[in-house]
């Protein structure tokens, strides 16, 4: 049976490859990028290019209307927009916090909501959230990536519960790292407080982060990943965790993760969570082992069995 899907974030990254992995399954794709350009490669009569910024509320319903108008059912919606920000809570700007909220957590907001009237009406779909294994855990300098991203589960898995009774399925997409933009032309970076430069050595390998002014910006939507990815005007410096942090990063082609995806929307039953990626399953056993240990030291805590 041949599906459709609304993909957010498909400019490039992982969001290119659930475009093409969708494509490949033989089903229809409205593939929505900031730069429609991004996608001009991909050549394919079941593709539909759509301009979207998430960001822009009545935009984004406008948009999920007349892919439903064009398309006449949504099965697979993947809200994959959304970029990394990195810096410490203290230095980041209002700014900065906001643009991330905005793109991460109110972008997919947005287009959950304007999906769900058209989902009600033909009593199926399934809404994919693109989130990571930084929404179990997290890590220093990625504070505002974490919330982001433990907010989207936070009203991801309520929503779940509210449209199950109509045949609705939502899944957290917990992703691992994937070699993408998100962690290179894709993020974006606090001014540095020297009193930091020791723990941005211990996570990126560096003591300074990399100038915004020397970096060329990028355009276009890019995707997620370990967490996500998307939004212009970001800087090219490359920054992964160092490999002395408390997880060794891990980095695989996103067709490994595009695949993960395609496996997750063929399942009769898909779970709200599900994680994909090489050493994902490792970085949320080690999240969850620190936060049981941190209840254990409460006495009138018990874990369940």
């Given at each position: 049976?041949?599906?459709?899907?609304?993909?957010?974030?498909?400019?490039?990254?992982?969001?290119?490859?659930?475009?093409?992995?969708?494509?490949?399954?033989?089903?229809?794709?409205?593939?929505?990028?900031?730069?429609?350009?991004?996608?001009?490669?991909?050549?394919?009569?079941?593709?539909?290019?759509?301009?979207?910024?998430?960001?822009?509320?009545?935009?984004?319903?406008?948009?999920?209307?007349?892919?439903?108008?064009?398309?006449?059912?949504?099965?697979?919606?993947?809200?994959?927009?959304?970029?990394?920000?990195?810096?410490?809570?203290?230095?980041?700007?209002?700014?900065?916090?906001?643009?991330?909220?905005?793109?991460?957590?109110?972008?997919?907001?947005?287009v959950?909501?304007a999906?769900?009237?058209?989902?009600?009406?033909?009593?199926?779909?399934?809404?994919?959230?693109?989130?990571?294994?930084?929404?179990?855990?997290?890590?220093?300098?990625?504070?505002?990536?974490?919330?982001?991203?433990?907010?989207?589960?936070?009203?991801?898995?309520s929503?779940?519960?509210?449209?199950?009774?109509?045949?609705?399925?939502?899944?957290?997409?917990?992703?691992?790292?994937?070699?993408?933009?998100?962690?290179?032309?894709?993020?974006?970076?606090?001014?540095g407080?020297?009193?930091?430069a020791?723990?941005?050595?211990?996570?990126?390998?560096?003591?300074?982060?990399?100038?915004?002014?020397?970096?060329?910006?990028?355009?276009?939507?890019?995707?997620?990943?370990?967490?996500?990815?998307?939004?212009?005007?970001?800087?090219?410096?490359?920054?992964?965790?160092?490999?002395?942090?408390?997880?060794?990063?891990?980095?695989?082609?996103?067709?490994?993760?595009?695949?993960?995806?395609?496996?997750l929307?063929?399942?009769?039953?898909?779970?709200?969570?599900?994680?994909?990626?090489?050493?994902a399953?490792?970085?949320?056993?080690?999240?969850?082992?620190?936060?049981?240990?941190d209840?254990?030291?409460?006495?009138?805590?018990?874990?369940p069995?």
């Amino acid at each position: 049976m041949t599906r459709t899907w609304f993909i957010t974030g498909a400019g490039r990254g992982l969001g290119r490859a659930f475009t093409t992995a969708a494509l490949a399954e033989g089903d229809r794709v409205v593939a929505t990028a900031r730069n429609p350009e991004t996608l001009a490669g991909i050549a394919d009569d079941r593709l539909t290019v759509l301009p979207l910024d998430v960001r822009d509320r009545a935009g984004v319903i406008a948009t999920v209307d007349k892919a439903f108008a064009l398309t006449g059912t949504i099965d697979v919606l993947v809200n994959n927009a959304g970029y990394g920000l990195v810096g410490a809570v203290e230095e980041l700007t209002e700014t900065q916090i906001r643009d991330q909220m905005d793109t991460n957590f109110f972008g997919a907001l947005w287009v959950s909501q304007a999906a769900v009237p058209h989902l009600r009406t033909q009593g199926s779909g399934h809404i994919v959230q693109i989130s990571t294994v930084g929404a179990v855990g997290s890590l220093p300098l990625f504070g505002l990536y974490n919330a982001s991203k433990w907010a989207l589960e936070g009203f991801s898995a309520s929503l779940a519960d509210e449209l199950r009774p109509f045949g609705i399925r939502v899944t957290l997409a917990q992703m691992g790292g994937f070699d993408t933009d998100w962690a290179k032309s894709s993020m974006r970076f606090a001014s540095g407080i020297p009193a930091y430069a020791q723990l941005r050595n211990s996570i990126l390998g560096m003591p300074d982060y990399p100038a915004e002014a020397t970096a060329a910006p990028a355009t276009g939507t890019t995707s997620t990943e370990a967490g996500p990815g998307n939004t212009s005007n970001e800087p090219t410096a490359s920054v992964e965790p160092s490999a002395d942090t408390e997880s060794e990063w891990i980095e695989a082609p996103p067709e490994v993760g595009a695949a993960g995806l395609i496996e997750l929307v063929n399942m009769a039953n898909p779970p709200l969570r599900k994680i994909i990626g090489p050493g994902a399953h490792q970085m949320v056993a080690l999240a969850l082992d620190q936060r049981r240990d941190d209840y254990a030291s409460d006495p009138e805590f018990v874990w369940p069995a």
